[in-house]
């Protein structure tokens, strides 16, 4: 029996994910809207859902919408942007109660639907801008946002060696945007890239929970029809490294933050992704791992130590956070632990653990209907379709010489470290 299974349909200008299960209380509706990532509209896609959100054309001030919420039962509604590979994406996700576990009749899902289309189709504006009060507050927040990158030196550190990586890339923009953008966005210009997103971009909605198919797809219909529409599709852009750099910067820190960025070559949906989620669980994706362990515990020079994949974009990032003194010494030692997985010098106990591990991950993810899209649009992003069974049977079987293989791939592209102080040579 299938873990969750996603009904695809096409719909007028979007496409339609209907996830039946029985497995959560509540009802979810998550609508995504990706575009390419550009220079020129990411602080625009990072200001426009949070101007959406915050009043409609039928409830015009943020008090009289979130007061229709509390009415629907305590509805909750929220906005992200985030980015995925070379895509710049918004997310609505609106969690309301299943009308099925009330005694009251209300149609909730139907009152779901309708406030969504409400709230993408109907926003608070005149023929030309957004309501002038939304827009000023939400765009006042966002500045406050973005100087709050600057102030999260974890955060920063990340966004910098990201930077320096992939420069002249897509992947290299903040999906926060600037301040020096966000000055220039004015009500009527931010209202004229609403438009031209809701005509261009590629739209999916899931609805998860408890529902009828027929009667998802009869509210779909009747609340949310789009322009037909071409998306931009967008290949992930690979690089080789001609030459690993290292970025020094100095900043009002206590304690170093120590980024490190390889590019694997490989990208979620290729045959040997599996085998470098594998790599990274053992390298340093979990509290059994050779960075945890090795550079955290037994020579005690970082507070932390990990790693991550961003999937769409085939990059492994190690984040680690040192006492400036230690940074020769935990680069190097980092760069052991990488060579040791190489080397496969890792046993069959960490192999299996591992897979144990990223099993458990997933499916802790799919607990929530929330993680479950996250885990599915997966396959949006990549054009491909890899039922959750599949990803996991497929990580199950993979074997040390295929985790070996993928290692050949990884090649160190940069070192970033912020320090407080000077770097000793």
Known sequence: MAIAT???KSMQGY???TIQTTQYKTNTLVLKMKAPLSEKSVTQRSLLPYVLQASTKNYPTTPQLRSYLDELYGASFYVDVGKKGEYDVISFTMEIANEKFLSDPAPLLEKGFALLADILLKPNSTDTAFDELSFTNEKRS???RIQSLFDDKMRFASTRLIEEMCQGEPYSLETLGN???LEAITAESLYSYYKQAIAEDEIDLYVIGDVEQTQ???FADRYLQLEPRQPVQMRSIQKDVVEAKEVLEKDDVKQGKLNIGYRTQIVYGDPDYYALQVFNGIFGGFSHSKLFINVR???SLAYYAASRLESHKGLLIVMSGIETANYRQAVQIISEQM?????????EQELEQTKAVIRNQILETIDSPRGLVEILYHNVIAKIDIPLE???QATEKITKSEIVEAGKKIELDTVYFLTGTEVPQ
């Open 390 to 392: 599949k990803w996991l």
């Open 339 to 347: 060579k040791a997985m190489k080397n496969g010098e890792f046993s």
């Open 216 to 218: 998802v797809e009869q």
């Open 297 to 299: 515990e037994k020579a």
């Open 179 to 181: 301040n020096k953008d």
């Open 142 to 144: 966002l500045k406050q």
């Open 15 to 17: 496409t339609l994910h």
């Open 6 to 8: 996603d009904n695809v």
